[in-house]
């Protein structure tokens, strides 16, 4: 079972966004999907709920307390996607980051974001297995806007980090109205929609490397 965690030091910067789209993509594939929920608002939780009418339904799975969540993972499923708790560091998250097969952090293009993500990095620096590089770390610049001095100078900032930008996801509030209903952007496919699914495939390859 290949396990994505996607974690962060900073609420508010698209977590639940990212890990949802991921369990989406895989479920609507033929992939058996989990989503570990380990954040205690339980937002992918219910985004799940909402899905679970769909054919490419994912399975929820409350890991916000840390203990006993893997004894109740299906020894069947293809992919686990786990969508840590907004403010954990890498010693909180070592449960997750023990079977993780790649870390997916999201930080968004301002000082504040930047500044909060080198601290959670600087922590995960710290665990053997990123430190010898065995488990990728990749960052994902999220609500961006490319045309703008702020996204640029992020990119520029961040093209200087021992860690890759493996996608940058436009800003559109599509992401809220789609989370709210459990759809993905890849369950549609007007032209539109498809300019904003090609934002994911750099990460989406990326984790197939991974």
């Known amino acids: ?4 965690l996607v974690a962060g030091s900073k609420g508010g910067v698209g977590k639940t966004t990212i890990a949802t789209h991921l369990a989406a993509h895989a ?20 985004w799940a709920e909402r899905r679970s009418v769909l054919d490419s339904a994912v399975l ?4 916000s307390s840390r203990r006993n969540w893997q004894a109740r993972l299906p020894a069947d499923a293809d992919l ?10 890498a010693a ?11 870390v997916v952090v999201p930080l968004q293009p301002s000082a504040l974001d930047i500044e909060a993500t080198v601290g959670f990095l600087n922590t995960l620096a710290k665990v053997a297995r990123v430190h010898d590089r065995s488990l990728p770390v990749g960052l ?14 992020a990119l520029q900032m961040l093209a200087g980090w021992p860690y890759p930008v493996v996608a940058q996801l436009r800003d559109t509030q599509a992401y809220v109205v789609l989370v709210g209903l459990g759809r993905s952007l890849f369950d549609y496919h007007s032209a539109q929609v498809r ?16």
């Open 1 to 4: 079972m290949k396990t994505i």
């Open 27 to 46: 479920a609507l594939r033929g992939q058996r999907t989990v989503l570990a929920d380990a954040d205690p608002q339980g937002s992918a939780t219910r």
């Open 60 to 63: 929820p799975l409350d890991a």
């Open 80 to 89: 686990l996607v786990i969508d840590a708790a907004a403010g954990a560091q």
């Open 92 to 102: 909180d998250l070592a449960p997750f980051l023990d079977r993780a097969d790649a």
């Open 140 to 153: 994902v610049l999220n609500r961006s806007k490319p045309w703008t001095n702020t996204s640029q100078q």
């Open 195 to 210: 300019d904003h699914q090609a934002d994911w495939e750099p990460l989406l390859k990326w984790l197939g490397q991974a």
